[in-house]
């Protein structure tokens, strides 16, 4: 039998390993930061509906443009953004790839701030640019002179910043993000995807106006409960929409995506009506884990790393073995999880508590 070694597969790829978090199945699954709580009966049957309206044209392509989900998707950024500036694709990672595709490639590199989401590294390799990650500071945090020293020693093309950052959860400020656009003459774009969990009147959007360079990337996967869907959207210069459209796939959002996530917007107060509690349950989750000797890190994010664990492997496995999936991010003497229900927290903490019993 043919194995992935035998194929003629450029040489940047051969050795490495599919992306992929653990797909199991178990009653409190807190591993890949997805909002736990299940949409509104109302709202699934109104997506239901539009989905089969549409399905009576599915003969047809659907609108390359998908005028209506932008529009929507503009009306609920707010800002002032107009349709122009939005564009959206099959999850925020095709965004990012996108993005990749048109402004990276052979002799173009991309700086990140490790540890941070790790898809960075795999987009950039599947679109021939080199990546590095600088270091963060204590705590993984960031600030403007560490932003810009790592600018000025790397010269990138592509700056990624994620705020707040996956895997740690660290918020990142508004003066971060000018820092960087100011050193660089190259593309920056900040990752919002958890940017509902945070301080609204921190998001880089309210830094448009008057950077054509400066691209927010968000998701409707988490605050939304969305994850299924797979919608990824991207607020940025007129200009840099065009230049989406020279990377996309000819109609790359299908009239079943445009259908539900316009209906999804039409419902965004009952959808992000969950945000509150989640935040609640993150706090929640950060209190009691300094209660019991752990270290968690600063989080706006629907999750928290948290280090103090002397055997992350083993604490990992006995938690599964309660019924409670963590994520192991390969960070020493730390594991994250998502703040799900409170159910689904009281769960966690219970398990995690019986095991310091032990």
Not at 186 to 206: K, L
Request: hydrophobic fraction near 40%; aromatic fraction near 8%; glycine fraction near 6%.
């Amino acid at each position: 039998m043919t194995s992935l070694s035998d194929l003629p597969l450029r040489e940047s790829l051969r050795g490495r390993e599919p992306y992929g978090a653990p797909q199991l199945s178990v009653p409190v699954a807190l591993n890949v930061n997805e909002n736990t709580h299940e949409l509104p009966e109302d709202v699934i049957k109104d997506i239901v509906k539009r989905v089969g309206a549409v399905a009576h044209g599915i003969n047809r392509y659907p609108d390359r443009e998908f005028e209506g989900l932008r529009k929507a998707l503009a009306n609920y950024l707010g800002h002032n953004l107009d349709t122009n500036q939005i564009w959206a694709a099959n999850g925020s990672n095709e965004v990012l790839q996108q993005i990749f595709q048109a402004f990276g490639g052979p002799g173009r590199l991309a700086l990140g701030f490790g540890p941070t989401y790790s898809m960075y590294s795999l987009i950039a390799l599947g679109a021939d640019t080199q990546y590095v990650d600088a270091d963060r500071d204590e705590r993984y945090e960031l600030t403007p002179d560490l932003i810009r020293s790592a600018i000025a020693e790397h010269k990138p093309n592509i700056v990624m910043l994620c705020s707040p950052n996956n895997p740690t959860g660290t918020p990142l400020s508004l003066e971060c993000i000018e820092a960087a656009y100011d050193a660089t003459d190259g593309i920056v774009v900040v990752d919002e995807a958890y940017a509902e969990f945070a301080n609204e009147s921190q998001t880089a959007i309210s830094l448009l106006p008057g950077r054509p360079r400066l691209l927010i990337s968000r998701t409707m996967s988490k605050a939304f409960a969305f994850a299924g869907a797979r919608v990824g959207y991207l607020a940025a210069d007129p200009a840099v929409v065009d230049a989406m459209r020279l990377v996309r796939l000819p109609y790359h959002l299908s009239a079943f995506t445009q259908a539900a996530a316009e209906a999804a917007l039409d419902h965004a107060d009952a959808l992000l009506a969950t945000v509150a509690d989640i935040r609640v349950q993150r706090d929640r989750i950060v209190d009691e884990l300094r209660t019991m000797g752990f270290d968690p890190y600063r989080s706006d994010s629907n999750f928290v790393l948290f280090g103090g664990v002397s055997d992350p492997a083993r604490t990992f496995t006995e938690l599964l073995a309660r019924g409670v999936l963590v994520r192991n991010v390969g960070i020493p003497n730390t594991l994250r999880v998502t703040a799900g229900t409170e159910a689904e927290t009281s769960a966690f903490l219970k398990a995690l508590a019986e095991l310091q019993a032990n």
